[in-house]
Each structure stands twice: as structure tokens, then as C-alpha cells.
């Protein structure tokens, strides 16, 4: 059935429908090649409705979670060991949903899960390179460690890039760094400050990309992401 531009945009959960007016005045929205204009209408089961070149997806809106992982659970669907797992949190969402990435189960903080292949893909793939910044405690000496982790290390043979670090507190002994990131490699943060002599006691993910972790979600704690939140992490659109 054929709508209004801007109501099939916000039915399919990617903006409200005066954001969507404002795309579709900058010319940001096309209709089988052609620039939409207010008052347009179409229907995405006959017609092709790009924004910003990117296919609208027909069939409602997709599901987007941050969680506030907490330790002890596993980024998986399910677990031969028996472990609790990520999808035990989320398993009231109402939509069969998937990790973007990992956390180890000694890890916490934000973590994003969704229904949508494509904005999978985005995050993950190494091109995109989508920083992901972690506060690590450590216990060591960090005055040694600073210059090891800010200058290119190698881990499984393959050299990464330098990575983003920061001096917070120290309480006790404990100190906090700021780690930022943005190649996903197994325990990647933990077997950095391994090789700079460090032991990591804590970490915390607390951004990917622009979006960061709403403090007010407790540890096992989630919810949907709003409008805003979405538009930070789907490249182009964002701008």
C-alpha cells in the first residue's frame, strides 16, 4: 500500500516522522532513482526508497538493545558448558536478537544486540575500523606500561594499531586507564596489558563508536535504543 515517505520511514523504526521530513527536504531520500519531495508517497513493496543511498527495508522496524552486560554471562545465544548467557538477559525483548561483538565472561559493560544483518556487518567489519573504548583497572606498573600500549604491538602474529590511552585515577595501588580500540581481536585489551606487564583486575566497555553506555542501566540491565542513539551508529544517516 502506498504511504507518505515519511511515515514508511518512521514505521520502519529508523527516525520520527519529522526527522524524516527534514531528510526528505535536503534531498537525502530517493524514490527509484529520483529525489523524494514532501507529499511523496510509495510503496516499498513495488518501490526502491533509499536515504543517503541505503535501501529502506520493508516488514516494521528492527530491534536495537544496549545492554549493560554484567561478569559472569558469555556473549552467546546459547552455551554447551551450561554457562549463563547474554540471552538469558535480553530473552523478554520480543525479537530474536544476536550479539554485535564479544565480551569475555570476565568482562562488563556496553554491548548491542539486534536483528539487523546489515548494521552487524557495519560495526564489525575491520574497514570501518569503529572505536570501542574500555576502562581497564590495573594493577602494575604503569609509567612502563604507557609507552608498550600506546605504540603498535602485535598479537597471533598481526600487528595493531596504536591504541588511545588515558591516566585515570589510582586508588589504593589500583589504577584506571581509559583504553580506546578499534580492532576486535579475542581478550584483545586484556592480553595487551598482559604484554605490558600489567593485571587487569576490571574492564568495563563504555562506548562503541559515538554511543555511549547509559550509566543509569545496571549491571544485567537493558534497553532499547532511542532514535538518536541509532542515528550514531549508522554512519551517514548521522549526518
Known sequence: MEERIQKLISACGLASRRAAEGWIAAGRVTVNGEKARLGDRADLDRDTVLIDGRPLRAGGGRTYLMLNKPRGYVTTLSDEKGRRTVADLVEGCGAR??????????????????????????????????????????????????????????????????????????????????????????????????????EVLRLKRVREGDLLLDRCLKPGQWRSLTEEELLLLTGPLSG
Do not use: F
Open 97 to 198: 536478537v544476536w550479539p554485535v561483538g564479544r565480551l569475555d565472561m570476565d568482562s562488563e559493560g556496553l554491548l548491542l544486540l539486534t536483528d539487523d544483518g546489515a548494521l552487524t556487518q557495519q560495526l564489525l567489519h575491520p574497514s570501518h575500523e569503529v572505536e570501542k573504548e574500555y576502562l581497564v583497572w590495573v594493577t602494575g606498573s604503569v609509567a612502563k606500561a604507557l609507552p608498550i600500549l600506546s605504540a603498535p604491538m602485535t598479537l597471533d602474529g598481526e600487528e595493531l594499531a596504536p591504541a588511545q590511552v588515558r591516566r585515570g585515577r589510582d586508588s589504593g595501588g589500583v589504577r584506571q586507564l581509559s583504553i580506546t580500540i578499534h580492532q576486535g581481536k579475542n581478550r584483545q585489551v586484556r592480553r595487551m596489558c598482559a604484554q605490558a606487564g600489567l
